[in-house]
């Protein structure tokens, strides 16, 4: 009969399953207390909650809340990474502190919109360009066809103009050489 502490974590993990966008299972072994200490900080500073917890319970937590490819990446002793926002920012943060202070600290996989991701498909994460980035790229490839597009609707516009306004710059030199030569002819008298 599981005791009520049980039941307690297994509604926490539930809630932050149910939150989360992407959840990262780690290998947290071999981090000493301090590591451990600067890691959860680190991520704390990033929005990421990282927590170490027990298989059980999280499977348990996992078919709760309705994401049951958790339980493939929790296997082992199994730390997880909670993001609730950009996925690749949970991805490049574990990738920094593993790549700055040499951890032995080793991701297992992820879920992620109900998809299982290897170690690998984490690791492609990294390296995506964050999600503003990408927003910002794609505005900027549909920008470039508007504005073609616009070119050529005004060049019609543009070549009517010339075409209407070319009899009336014709007229107006016209004008002003007979100006002139009438101001010659009275000046000569």
Known sequence: MPTEKKRKQVEEIKERLSRCTIAVATDYLGLSANEMTDLRKRLREQGIE???I???LAWVAADQAGKPAVKSVVQGPTALAFGYG???GVARALDDYIRSTRSILAIRGAEMGGRVLSP???????RLPSREVL???????????????????????NGLVGILSAPLTALSSLLRARIQQMQGASSER
């Open 120 to 126: 690998q498909d984490v690791s492609t994460l990294v």
């Open 86 to 88: 950009d996925p690749v």
């Open 135 to 157: 927003i910002a790229r794609l505005v900027g490839q549909m920008q470039g066809p508007l504005a073609g597009l616009v070119g050529a609707l005004n060049s019609p516009l």
């Open 54 to 56: 027990k298989n059980t």
């Open 50 to 52: 990282y927590r170490v």
